[in-house]
């Protein structure tokens, strides 16, 4: 039972690198989040993508796009990265946008920006 | 005020005891209502969903309060493994987006 799986767990980049963030899950749902979770400001949403096709900005987008692949497969990329994006992110989905639904997370990326 | 807010604690409570968190909200169009627990360094779990009715699952109870735009979580005979953060989370109204309270820390001593 995977569920939402991310790539990678764990990330050191140095300032102005740039990488993708994989996200993937397997429960046919529609919908697909990307938060990020600092110290002392909760979960806020980056970008989210309501169903294959489609994505939306959230809370938060500065500095990321992102690209719905596939029903499965949601990913981040930070194209120059900044000490500003130190985080964890995490990776949702639910089977569709409407907020009655609740969400299910991977696991994380643990990102650090020197 | 903030639109989810939560006391931060830390509650540090003993085996078998029974402990109560509240979460207020400010938008009094928020339709749907989760706790979600999170252990440390992990990821977010949904706990439960909060019902007009309120609703109970084992030892813990989920209740909504609409007059004064809060729900609260109720955890009965609390055992070592409740430990961890949890974490209400409200709609904003008619959109589609969730707004995530920052958390309150419980800590389930022996």
């Known amino acids: 039972n995977a569920g939402v799986t991310q790539t990678p767990k764990f990330q050191v980049l140095k300032t102005g690198q740039s990488m993708t963030l994989q996200c993937a899950q397997d429960?046919?749902?529609?919908?697909m989040y990307w938060y990020r979770q600092d110290p002392g400001m909760g979960l806020r949403l980056i970008y989210y993508?309501?169903?294959?096709?489609?994505?939306d900005k959230g809370e938060v987008p500065n500095g990321y796009n992102v690209s719905r692949l596939n029903k499965r497969e949601f990913s981040l990329r930070l194209e120059s990265a900044a000490p500003s994006q130190t985080s964890v992110y995490f990776c949702?989905?639910?089977?569709?946008?409407?907020?009655?639904?609740?969400?299910?997370f991977g696991d994380g990326t643990r990102l650090s920006i020197l | 005020r903030k639109e989810v807010e939560q006391d931060p604690g830390p509650f540090n409570v003993p085996e078998g005891a029974t402990v109560a968190f509240n979460c207020t909200y400010s938008?009094?169009?928020?339709?749907?209502f989760f706790w979600y627990r999170q252990d440390c360094r992990k990821e977010p779990k949904l706990l439960m969903s909060?019902?007009?009715?309120?609703n109970e699952d084992g030892r813990f109870t989920a209740q909504l309060n609409r007059a004064s735009q809060y729900i609260s979580l109720l955890i009965r005979d609390s055992k070592l493994s409740d430990s961890a953060t949890y974490l209400c989370v409200v709609n904003a109204g008619n959109n589609r987006k969730l707004i995530w309270g920052l958390g309150t820390s419980l800590a389930v001593n022996p």
């Open positions: 949702a989905s639910s089977e569709v946008v409407d907020s009655n639904q609740p969400q299910h």
């Open positions: 909060v019902y007009s009715s309120g």
């Open positions: 993508s309501a169903s294959e096709g489609t994505t």
């Open positions: 429960m046919n749902h529609n919908s």
């Open positions: 938008n009094s169009a928020s339709q749907s």
